[in-house]
C-alpha cells in the first residue's frame, strides 16, 4: 500500500560575532509545536467498493469518526486504494479504479490555458528526473483510465503533477519559467514555452490571497519536504507535497 505524508518545515538560527565586538543576542528560536492537536482515529469498519479487472488493486470505503465524534454518512467514509504488483500493473489499477474521480479533481485544478506551459515544463525539465518505476507506472493509466470511461489519464495524471510543484504565486511562476527557458535556449524543442498568464488581474488576484492567506493565524495548511543525499539510504532526491486546497 502507498502511503504518502508530509513533514512540517523547521528553521535554524544562525548567530555570529564580529571581531572586537561583543556577540550580537542570538535570536529566540520560535516553537514549531503543531498550533492544533493532530488525532488519530480508529476505523470502525472497510468496505470494498471494487478490485481492478488486474487484480493488483483494491478500493475501499473507510469509515472514520468525525471530529464531534458523530460517524460519517452511510457511503460517505474515506476512500483507500491498496496497490499491489508492478509499476505498470499498480498504474493500471489506479487508472481504472480511481480515474473517474482523479479526472474530476483535474478539472478543478487545472485550467485548460496552462496545459500547454505544464506539458513544456515536464517534456523538457521534469521527465528526465523522473525515476523509471513512476514513469511506468503514469504510462499505465490511460489503459485503467480508459476502463473507467476516461479519456488521457497519464496527461492528466502529469500535469496535475507538475501544477503542484510550482511556487504558489505568480511572480515566483513567472520567475521559474523565465529561469526554465534561459536553462534551455540552446534546445531548439525547448527554447520557447507557451505564454503564461501574467495579466493585471491575475497579479492583483494573487496578491489579494497571499494577504488573505497572511492574515489567517490558523493551522493545517500544505506541508513539503525533501530529503537527499547522507540522509538517504541511497542517496536519491525524495520529495512530498500535501495539497489543501482552501
Known sequence: MRKFCGLLC?????????????????????????????????????????????????????????????????????????????????????GELLGEDAAAAYAIQVPASAEALLDWLWRCSLRQHTPPD?????????????????????????????SATLPADVWNIDALIEGEAARHAGNPACAAPPAAPRSEGGRAAAAAAAAAAAAWKGAGHCDFFGVWGSLVEDGRLLTSRNLDIE
Open 10 to 94: 523547521s528553521a535554524v538560527f544562525v548567530s555570529c560575532a564580529l571581531a572586537g565586538r561583543p556577540p550580537a543576542p542570538r535570536p529566540t528560536a520560535p516553537s514549531f509545536r503543531l498550533q492544533y492537536a493532530p488525532r488519530i482515529s480508529a476505523p470502525s469498519g472497510y468496505t470494498v467498493l471494487q478490485r481492478s479487472t488486474n487484480g493488483a488493486g483494491t478500493l475501499y470505503s473507510v469509515d472514520l469518526p468525525s471530529d464531534d465524534g458523530a460517524a460519517y454518512a452511510a457511503g460517505a467514509g474515506v476512500q483507500l486504494l491498496d496497490l499491489a504488483g508492478s509499476p505498470a500493473e499498480a498504474g493500471d489499477a489506479y
Open 134 to 162: 513512476l514513469l511506468q507506472e503514469l504510462e499505465a493509466m490511460d489503459a485503467g483510465g480508459a476502463r473507467a470511461g476516461v479519456a488521457n489519464l497519464t496527461a492528466k495524471a502529469i500535469r496535475t503533477i507538475v
